[in-house]
T-cell receptor, first 113, second 108 residues
Framework: KAGVTQTPRYLIKTRGQQVTLSCSPI?????VSWYQQTPGQGLQFLFE???????NKGNFPGRFSGRQFSNSRSEMNVSTLELGDSALYLC????????????FGSGTRLTVV | DAKTTQPPSMDCAEGRAANLPCNHS???????VYWYRQIHSQGPQYIIH???NNETNEMASLIITEDRKSSTLILPHATLRDTAVYYC?????????FGAGTILRVKS
């Protein structure tokens, strides 16, 4: 069965621009979570969506936003990019939000110059 | 915010069992312990999870102490492909809170 698909795999943006990342979960999975990974901070939780509703949000500024569509696909948007936003952005999907393993995608590597 | 403590790194000989410890002394009664691993530049891979009983699957075994304050992930016959960062995670609310993890180096 197909895994979690994230697009694009790599992205280079300029400071001040905005970016949209996409995540297609495993078929039947209704929960999608987003994480940011940097060498200094490790893996940090951004937010989680379940059935088109944001259920939880991490400690990130409002420039980071997301949404989930009726087919469970999710997008993450970062506005007014800063150099510090350079990171690997990972999404994970799960059938439920608790008690089941999450399957991660390979991530989108964002570089802000 | 991380609720787990792991050693920063461990070495293991190929073919031997790798035992990765994790402390989660503030875990509450309904919080699960999950283990994931991340091979360089890939997304984390789910290994196993448990609540209070020991668990085993095709990848590993998870031993949770009776007081649930610590656990051990056991890879019974480590191979070079098991070299990765291993994360012990307590599911907190609806999010996975990752700590720094343990870098496991399997050596031939």
């Amino acid at each position: 069965k197909a895994g979690v698909t994230q697009t694009p795999r790599y992205l280079i943006k300029t400071r001040g621009q905005q970016v949209t990342l996409s995540c297609s979960p495993i078929s039947g999975h209704r929960s999608v979570s987003w994480y940011q990974q940097t060498p200094g901070q490790g893996l940090q939780f951004l937010f989680e969506y379940f059935s088109e509703t944001q259920r939880n949000k991490g400690n990130f500024p409002g420039r980071f936003s997301g949404r989930q569509f009726s087919n469970s696909r999710s997008e993450m948007n970062v506005s007014t990019l800063e150099l510090g936003d350079s990171a690997l952005y990972l999404c994970a999907s799960s059938f439920r939000t608790l008690g089941y393993g999450y399957t991660f995608g390979s991530g989108t590597r964002l570089t802000v110059v | 915010d991380a609720k787990t403590t792991q050693p920063p790194s461990m070495d293991c000989a190929e073919g031997r069992a790798a035992n990765l410890p994790c402390n989660h002394s503030t875990i509450s009664g309904n919080e699960y312990v999950y283990w994931y691993r991340q091979i360089h530049s890939q997304g984390p891979q789910y290994i196993i999870h448990g609540l209070k009983n020991n668990e085993t699957n095709e990848m590993a075994s998870l031993i949770i102490t009776e007081d649930r304050k610590s656990s051990t992930l056991i890879l019974p016959h480590a191979t070079l492909r098991d070299t990765a960062v291993y994360y012990c995670i307590v599911v907190y609310g609806n999010k996975l809170v990752f700590g720094a993890g343990t870098i496991l180096r399997v050596k031939s």
